[in-house]
């Protein structure tokens, strides 16, 4: 087997994760994942006000505490820290290196930034045969730009494997592996819907490794003494995570999600095998960022009686001062009656104004608001001082022929390998949904959240949301599949009921996805819900009060 760990899931993971990491127990291979949708636009317009950046900058700083024991061990370095410069990152850790006298062999992938004159970014999600081909050539550190998460596992175990482009069962066991890693310790408890059941009750879950094997099969487990825990259920969690039908496109294969079964292996190691792959599509997935404009945010206190009435003063007092266009007005109906205390006692009105004039949505918006203190409703106060506008970006997702893209791999030295596409692709066919419903359970219920028989894992997917719901019986699995129909889904989070809504299920984890058009809008980054990454949704699922089958709650362990 290879063993494949990581030391982030995102920019602005832990920071001594790589330390710990290297420090933990024996690893072939460390891997970090730097880029986000939203990351990519950070880094855009790091490289606005200098073109020398563009990379995540934060991994150098961690790659200094422990390069020369990376080396020394003879741990391989992956990560895809290069953001929007890969070239640039890699002759930083070559100049790092020769700052702490070592001798380290770095290469780097590119070819996924793309031309658009009228974008910021715009990157095509690249696989991972770049990666295995730097490695192939000895390489120490392999930097990359855009490729897909996934691939930083994937890259490792081609070269470990000499896996090729016809190996589908492989390279989708291999994408799985990569999916459980590339959020760090997402897939060891953290964020896990049962964290009151974790042994440590997740303070502080180590990060994750996947020993993968050459038939693609894989088990994940993490550093013995590390918190958190490696279950079933904490590795289902992570497969949920940000993903759409069971058909999971890559540039490389596409993987069943449907075929993955998972088995205990031991404290702390979930095996995954069975998966399959079939041929990648024609084309690629290119994610672009453009800045959308302006945008500023005040937040009102209401306090007492008539919060519906003083929030429509202030709308109308706003309106008057800067216009309606680009407004949006959020009543958080936070308030208890006959409260006690003043925060108790109180909703927030959260006034949003995103505008293409910087000097509209800056501080004329935020002096409007605050001009309003004593010349509005009783008790007038705000949350937010007066400040400027801010710039935000909205990100858009479309597709651009494999064969179009120059993915080359620069190997130690400088030789440029190009990378050829694949030779066997597959039209996309989108999976059929599943309304879900029929035969309901029988018997008595009693009223209660609907967490207690499920958890959930929820993210972002451009400005969709994915919610995946899992049970932890078959017999709840039986119950949920009936019962959670994307009409509940409406019911029970009204926000979804005008959105389309698509419903996948994947019986090997007792799991139904749902996938959430248009919930975030353009994208994080220009998102004004409150919950503008859908993090929180699956939670919000799990507390609707609910009837829930007296019968299944028997067999779910409290």
């Keep these: 087997m290879i063993r494949i760990g990581n030391a982030s899931g995102f920019y602005g993971d832990r920071f001594t994760a790589w330390r710990e990491m290297l420090d933990g127990g024996e690893l072939d291979v460390l891997t970090g994942d730097y880029l986000a949708e939203l990351t990519m636009l950070i880094l855009g317009r790091d490289r606005l006000r200098d073109p020398d950046l563009g990379y995540a900058k934060t991994f150098l700083r961690q790659l200094e505490t422990c390069l020369g024991t990376a080396l020394d061990r003879g741990v391989r370095i992956v990560t895809n820290a290069g953001g929007l410069n ?3 990152l890699a002759a930083a850790i070559e100049a790092l290196a020769g700052r702490l006298g070592l001798s380290a062999q770095v290469g780097y992938v590119e070819g996924d930034a793309l031309r658009r004159p009228d974008a910021l970014t715009a990157n095509a999600y690249l696989g991972a045969f770049g990666i ?3 490695l192939d050539a000895g390489a120490d550190v392999v930097v990359t730009g855009r490729v897909t998460d996934a691939s930083l596992v994937v890259g490792p175990a081609i070269a470990r494997y000499g896996w090729g482009r016809d190996d589908l069962d492989e390279l989708a066991g291999a994408t799985v592996a990569g999916h459980l890693l590339e959020c760090g310790a997402q897939v060891t408890g953290g964020n896990f819907s049962f964290f009151t059941e974790l042994p440590d009750g997740g303070h502080r879950p180590g990060f994750p490794i996947a020993e993968v094997h050459s038939d693609g099969s894989s088990v994940v487990t993490k550093h013995p003494g590390t918190g958190g825990a490696v279950t079933v259920e904490t590795v289902t969690a992570q497969l949920l995570y940000e993903i759409g039908g069971p058909a999971y496109l890559g540039p490389d294969v596409v993987t069943r999600l449907d075929s993955v079964t998972l088995r205990p292996d031991g404290p702390d190691r979930v095996r995954i095998f069975g998966v399959r792959g079939t041929p990648p599509p024609a084309t690629l997935k290119v994610g672009v960022n453009n800045l959308g404009g302006f945008r500023n ?9 008539d919060i519906e009435a003083k929030a429509a003063l202030v709308r109308g007092q706003i309106e008057e001062a800067v216009g309606k266009d680009g407004l949006e007005f959020t009543l958080a109906r936070t308030d208890h009656p006959d409260a006690a205390d003043t925060e108790v006692a109180s909703a927030l009105l959260h006034v949003h104004l995103r505008d293409g004039d910087k000097a509209r949505a800056g501080r004329a918006f935020s002096a409007a608001a605050v001009e309003l203190a004593l010349a509005s409703y ?9 400040g400027d506008a801010t710039p935000y970006g909205v990100f858009t997702a479309d597709t651009v022929p494999q064969d179009a893209v120059a993915h080359v791999a620069v190997r130690p030295g400088g030789e440029r390998v190009p990378i050829a596409p694949p030779v066997r692709t597959a039209p996309t066919v989108r999976d059929e949904t599943v309304p879900g419903g029929g035969a309901a359970v029988d018997g008595p219920t009693r009223r209660g959240a609907l967490g207690e028989l499920v958890g959930a894992r929820s993210g972002d997917k451009g400005g969709d949301a994915n919610l995946g719901v899992w049970a932890r019986t078959d017999a709840g699995y039986a119950w949920l599949r009936a019962w959670l129909t994307v009409e509940r889904l409406a019911e029970l989070l009204p926000e979804t009921a005008s959105l389309s809504v698509r419903r996948y299920e994947l019986p090997n984890l007792r799991a139904a996805n749902f996938v959430i058009e248009g919930l975030l ?35 779910v362990a409290r």
């Design 297 to 305: 945010s005040m937040t009102f206190v209401l306090c007492g009686l």
């Design 132 to 134: 295995a081909a730097c």
């Design 86 to 88: 890969p070239a640039g």
């Design 521 to 555: 809008g353009a994208g994080v980054a220009a998102s004004t819900r409150f919950d503008p990454q859908a993090k929180a949704l699956g939670e919000l699922l799990r507390a609707r009060i609910v009837d829930l089958p007296a019968e299944v709650l028997t067999g």
């Design 378 to 386: 009783p008790g007038c106060t705000l949350t937010t001082l007066p």
